[in-house]
């Protein structure tokens, strides 16, 4: 009878562990499923980034207005092949690590450092006009647009595109001459 007793006891014991194991198994397939979604999920959006990264790589080195990143010490970091033809550069290698100042008019340095300073501090400049001094030396015309970059809420530099205006201010200038020649 003891005997009988502790048996039942050790398989009662036993039916118990088991159920407990089935319903830990039960839960661990459950978890295991939704990591596994979870994981589908993830490669899906990683791949949807990996590819929306390479259609903004694109579309800024097929742009013909020129792009450029310049580092939160005031070096280039990235241009594009419109920004390289608008300085007459031939190559980024020319320009990348350089400071943002060998494209600056003397006259106008002080306002790029300030504009560099403004967008370093968080505030971007949705548009304006600029002058730029080309590689040959010669000074032409932009229109611009310049934002911050930040990383995990850290600016990191600033970024932005340049759409070539020197024939237009020319025309500009051509025309106040004339004005003033009329009067």
Known sequence: RVW???TVAAI???VGILALIAFYVHRLRIANRRLEEDI???KRAEETLRESERRTKE???NSTAGYFFIDQDGHFREVNDAWLRMHRFSSADEVI???FSISQVDEDLEKARKNVAK???GDP???GEFSRRCRDGTIEYHFFSANPVTVEGKIVGLEGFLLYITERKRA???IRNYARSEE
Do not use: D, W
């Open 4 to 6: 009988f007793a502790v």
């Open 12 to 14: 009662s014991v036993a």
């Open 40 to 42: 589908t999920e993830r």
């Open 59 to 61: 579309i800024i080195a």
């Open 97 to 99: 690590g350089q400071h």
């Open 119 to 121: 967008l370093m501090s």
């Open 125 to 127: 400049i949705p548009e």
């Open 172 to 174: 500009e200038e051509e």
